[in-house]
């Protein structure tokens, strides 16, 4: 697939800049493994074909040119494998909340924490964000994991704070400020 910009993250990881060219394809590793993407993410029953993946697109897009989300594909040997985002984005109070998701096949690599770490170098030596924040559900203990690996500490647990499913689940949320962010 040609990717007009990726930004690399090591020899074989990549950060693409998302293009309704590349809907198909995202839509094609979510549907494969939607068992395991819909275990914590609400929107997974709604992405129904390759054109809500490009509504999905265009929704991102369109907060970039607002300023109020960034999102960009993980290629792993320019295949893409997930997706990655800042959203909640506040220019004024330089701030972001991230958020991820990977395919089963890559899970377990370290890939997911490489790419937050370089979200979190792009969001504060690029865009001047200040704090970055993760918000994961208490029992995805991958990408708890993957908060604290890539130098976010716990700031507390919100009780009952997303509805998923028809269930309340609580939330572990986790920060990390510019002054706090060691480049490895």
Known sequence: MEM???LK???QLSLVQPSFSMATEVFKVLDKDREHLREFLDFVDNTKSPEDEKGYIKLK???Y???TDRLF??????????SIDLHFMSLSDETAEIGYWMSSAHCGKNIATKAVR???????AEMGL????IVADVTNLASNRVAEKSGFRKEGTLKQAKKLYDEFTDLNTY??????????
């Open 61 to 63: 897009l369109d907060g």
């Open 73 to 82: 594909f993980i290629a792993f040997d320019d295949e893409i494998i997930g």
């Open 9 to 11: 993250i090591d020899e």
């Open 118 to 124: 370089a979200v979190c170098e792009l969001a504060f």
């Open 65 to 67: 040119l607002k300023e």
């Open 175 to 184: 920060a990390l400020l510019k002054s706090e962010f060691i480049q490895i």
């Open 130 to 133: 200040n704090r970055l924040t």
């Open 4 to 6: 007009a910009f990726k």
